[in-house]
């Protein structure tokens, strides 16, 4: 079953604006990737948090996290047309040994 | 080298037909996986490798045979597959499989079509 839930499940911007896309979670994490997926390729990693950091950057990637709400954020700024993907959230909980993918946001830049 | 591949790109295939997929990566990892993903959802795990000993397998039905020859290939061998099996296959793998999960790296997948 889904770990992860996504909103928006879709958001469409105009470039340059900001993409904010959310990620909840079940039970308590080891840490939380996010994936970026272009139609029909591979998943393409981003960015991992552990449980005990707060805040990550990564070029125009800022990812929040928040264990007492169990919840992710990803943040695009300044986004490009070539940002169009889906994204995924993957959280790796318990002694699961695996990755277990939230139900994804799919972003579309307008140009 | 931080790449997979895999092949074929895209697979067509009858219900009574055997057919397989491969999965390479160099970059030492010692993890391999296979997901499935149907359109508009997300992956989901069919099996790990780890050490090339199948550690994980998700209830996976036996016309999905799994096969880890050595530390760089993983095969998907298919048998009597239905319709519902068609989707995108994903190979993916990252340095090991330990108490939390590393970052993954994925191929590009195969697009199988069952018909």
């Known amino acids: 079953s889904q770990q992860g839930e996504e909103d928006p499940q879709a958001l469409s911007i105009q470039e340059g604006e900001n993409a904010t896309m959310n990620c909840s979670y079940k039970?308590?994490?080891?840490?939380l990737q996010w994936y970026r997926q272009n139609s029909g390729r591979g998943l393409v990693h981003l960015i991992l948090i552990r449980s005990n950091e707060r805040e990550k950057h990564s070029g125009r990637l800022r990812v929040t996290l928040d264990t007492s709400k169990k919840s992710s954020s990803l943040l695009i700024t300044a986004s490009r047309a070539a940002d169009t993907a889906s994204y995924f959230c993957a959280t790796d909980f318990g002694s699961a040994r695996q990755l277990t993918f939230g139900s994804g946001t799919q972003l579309t830049v307008l140009p | 080298d931080t790449e997979v591949t895999q092949t074929p790109k895209h697979l067509v295939m009858g219900m009574t037909n055997k057919k397989s997929l491969k999965c390479e990566q160099h970059?030492?990892?010692?993890?391999m996986y296979w997901y499935k993903q149907k359109a508009k959802k997300p992956p989901e795990l069919m099996f790990v490798y780890s050490y090339e000993k199948l550690s994980i397998n998700e209830s996976v039905p036996s016309r999905f045979s799994p096969e880890c020859p050595n530390s760089s290939l993983l095969n998907l061998h298919l048998h009597a597959l239905q319709p519902e099996d068609s989707a995108l296959y994903l190979c993916?793998?990252?340095?090991?499989?330990?108490?939390?999960?590393?970052?993954?790296?994925f191929g590009p997948g195969t697009r199988l079509l069952v018909l």
């Open positions: 993916a793998s990252s340095q090991t499989v330990g108490r939390t999960q590393e970052t993954q790296y």
């Open positions: 970059m030492g990892h010692r993890a």
């Open positions: 039970t308590s994490i080891n840490n």
